[in-house]
């Protein structure tokens, strides 16, 4: 997915869709989003903030 978001990136500069920053932060959130969204998948009801993972008992 990281291969795809940043091959992105570069081919919307190239083409002149997006500046520089754009395409960089373009890549980022969708990388966070990304990253969020794996995390979700192999850990389903942790609770992350900075310490060690847990589970929630979120519903």
Do not use: T
Request: glycine share 12%; proline share 5%.
């Amino acid at each position: 997915m990281l291969r795809l978001i940043v091959g992105n990136a570069i081919a919307s500069v190239r083409s002149d869709e997006a500046s520089a920053g754009e395409a960089i932060l373009n890549a980022a959130v969708h990388g966070w989003y990304e990253g969020d969204v794996q995390g979700e998948d192999d850990c389903p009801g942790c609770d992350f903030r900075g310490q060690l993972p847990k589970p929630s008992n979120r519903s």
